[in-house]
């Protein structure tokens, strides 16, 4: 028996009711805690707001902004002597202090960091040097962190793919790294890379005989050694999330068709390359998104090893809110970081194609 | 006979391999554990020692009789668990309407719930805290409301559904798409409402994903650290344990605390390993379940 039209759509216009009143609470929940907080985080980014200060809020225009993003780049001076040849140290040759060459006025610049080029010595000035070198380091971070995760992660992923003795155990164990909370495991790795022997990393080195007893190694405070150190915690961290995706990618490639490989006499190294990888790519897509996003709002770690010696984007977001108590440049920041994530998320939906099937 | 050799060495490098792999994940665990049950003099003796000498358990008993420790926990089962049960319970008819049901104006919800799930904490972070300050000094300002003291600890809870609210959503979602709709269907013709459809039939069905769903909400909740850092900045007795474990002053130690750190870090960590390992293989398919097209 057919249901008449009149019936039918009735049917669905309550099925249509229905729905909308079971999302009602998702959407008023997210609008209140997401929509409505970056709206005011925006409006507050124009603003001189500071946090518990009876100041009077004014609007800035974009104020805070300038304040963050004015860089510029200055070639740095040889030191000269009287005679004005320049003046060697250990047959290097110094030079004169950033101070001589940024501007001061309108606003002070300070120097984010000096770098050479081509036998130059140049200097980039910020006129927020903690931030300049927060967004920077924080980029660097994610790209190597990433990229040697999904290395990592790859191979061991393809390495559990394989059945043998012992392989539940191993699934078991690549949970636990990702079971710690992060800062719990970054209070462990900041306790194994303590800078005297008592540290597991400088008692290994000793041993192996690279450094001496009364040496330290400075991991965590030493400006070359953190980032490295940072990424090494993050590593370890994640790497075994990425091989459980992984996994679980590399187990829906039907298995006839490296029979069918094997049959056409096609390398191992062939196979990977022309099937194993094309096959893994939506998820191994999937995968670099997440971590991706999830490694340039990195604050866990940061806080716990560098506290305020260096910063991620996010703990100097954090910074500038409860330190410095200034709101409305916390919220640019905020922006920023906004931004940054939203440019990398289009990227990548454009690159791979991410598509959400319904 | 030379093929054999070649085997048994691949055999070989291989469980070499497994075994590194095996170490490197474990091994600060390990180090944790050693580190928990040396005493204060051999956790700063040079240099440092594979295996605890005098192994002891004080720095465990320190970290148990810590109060703010102890409030931490307090703290975190009621912020995550409130939290999970709300986000579920929520994030249930969001995925009921998404995964089962036909109406227009679908698309741009799922896209806007997967967005969601990726927001960025950090962005929201100084105009959430200016809405609970505002909440704060609302109750401190109004006479009326002064007898009523919100709890920070209830408005962390509201502050962390915007990571959790999303993942159940989401997570459900697929959960309830991959239900036979002939169950439906059948409840349907039966006469069953649909809330008698969601509460009897679909609801019993998922309860192994809603426990998965759950366990994953519960470890975001108890892991998370921005906003339990900022929002708790003035409120010492509503710090959750990530704070309070960071912030660990030592009872013994005149320096920093390592062993009770590393004794507070094992007890806050080893039920949620178990937990993990008892779920593990539903929490592969349940974190794999928005990556990974079967």
Same mark, same amino acid.
């Given at each position: 028996m057919a249901a008449s039209p009149s019936k039918l759509s009735e049917l669905a216009l309550s099925e249509e009711r229905t729905a909308r009143w079971l999302l009602v609470p998702t959407f008023v929940i997210l609008f209140c805690l997401a929509i409505y907080p970056l709206g005011r985080v925006f409006y507050l980014s124009f603003t001189n707001k500071r946090f518990a200060s009876d100041q009077a809020v004014e609007m800035v225009g974009f104020q805070n902004y300038r304040d963050l993003l004015s860089v510029t780049v200055r070639e740095l001076p040889k030191k000269l002597d009287e005679n004005g040849q320049p003046i060697l140290k250990d047959g290097k040759p110094e030079y004169e202090l950033w101070t001589r060459v940024l =501007? +001061?006025? =309108?606003r002070r610049y300070r120097a984010a960091w000096e770098f050479d080029f081509f036998g130059k010595r140049y200097v980039i000035g910020a006129t927020n040097a903690d931030f300049i070198r927060s967004v920077w380091d924080t980029i660097v971070f994610t790209i190597i962190a990433v990229a040697l995760e999904t290395i990592l992660g790859l191979m061991i992923a393809l390495a559990l793919a394989r059945r043998f003795f012992g392989r539940g155990a191993m699934r078991t164990a690549m949970l636990i790294p990702w079971a710690i909370i992060t800062v719990v495991s970054s209070l462990i790795w900041e306790w194994m890379f303590k %800078?005297? +022997? %008592?540290g597991l990393f400088t008692m290994l080195l000793n041993r192996l005989g690279f450094i001496e007893d009364s040496g330290q190694i400075t991991w965590l405070v030493n400006p070359a050694l953190q980032l490295p150190s940072a990424i090494a915690i993050d590593v370890w961290k994640t790497t075994p999330f990425m091989a459980l995706l992984l996994l679980a990618g590399l187990s829906t490639i039907p298995k006839e068709l490296y029979e069918a490989a094997n049959v056409d006499g096609a390398s191992r190294i062939r196979q990977f390359f022309s099937l194993t990888l094309p096959l893994l790519m939506p998820t191994l897509s999937v995968a670099l998104i997440f971590r991706t996003l999830d490694s340039l709002r990195v604050f866990d770690l940061f806080q716990i090893v560098f506290g305020e010696n260096r910063y991620s984007m996010a703990t100097f977001t954090q910074f500038a809110l409860v330190a410095q108590r200034d709101m409305g440049l916390s919220s640019a920041v905020s922006v920023i970081i906004f931004i940054i994530l939203f440019a990398f998320a289009i990227f990548y939906m454009r690159t791979f194609r991410v598509e959400i099937d319904d | 006979m030379t093929k054999q050799r070649n085997r048994f060495f691949d055999n070989f490098f291989f469980y070499l391999l497994i075994i590194i792999i095996a170490i490197y994940l474990l091994f600060p665990f390990y180090w944790a554990i050693v580190s928990a049950l040396k005493n204060e003099s051999e956790l700063v003796r040079t240099p440092a020692t594979l295996w605890p000498q005098n192994p002891t358990l004080q720095n465990f008993r320190a970290v148990l009789t810590n109060q703010s420790f102890l409030k931490g926990i307090g703290n975190s089962l009621i912020v995550a668990g409130t939290t999970t049960i709300l986000s579920l319970l929520v994030g249930s008819f969001a995925g009921y309407a998404l995964g089962k049901l036909r109406f227009r104006g679908k698309q741009p919800a799922l896209y806007i719930i997967l967005a969601m799930t990726m927001f960025p904490q950090v962005a929201v972070l100084a105009g959430l805290y200016s809405i609970i300050k505002g909440i704060q000094d609302l109750d401190k300002n109004i006479a009326w409301l002064s007898w009523f003291d919100v709890p920070t600890t209830l408005l962390l809870v509201f502050a962390y559904m915007i990571f959790t609210l999303p993942f159940t959503a989401w997570v459900l979602t697929s959960f309830f798409k991959g239900l036979p709709t002939s169950l439906l269907q059948a409840a349907q013709v039966d006469g069953a409402t649909y809330s008698q459809t969601f509460w009897q039939i679909l609801l019993p069905l998922t309860a192994p994903a809603l426990a998965t769903t759950g366990l994953l909400a519960f470890i975001n909740a108890w892991n998370e650290y921005l906003f339990a850092l900022t929002f708790t900045l003035q409120e010492p007795n509503a710090r959750t344990v990530p704070v309070a474990i960071s912030q660990l002053s030592g009872k013994i130690a005149r320096q920093e605390p390592v062993g009770e750190i590393m004794a507070g870090a094992l007890i806050i960590t080893v039920p949620l390993v178990i937990l993990v390992l008892i779920f593990q293989n539903r929490i592969v398919e349940g974190l794999t379940a928005g990556a990974v097209k079967g």
């Open positions: =501007p +001061r006025e =309108p %800078s005297d +022997r %008592s | -």
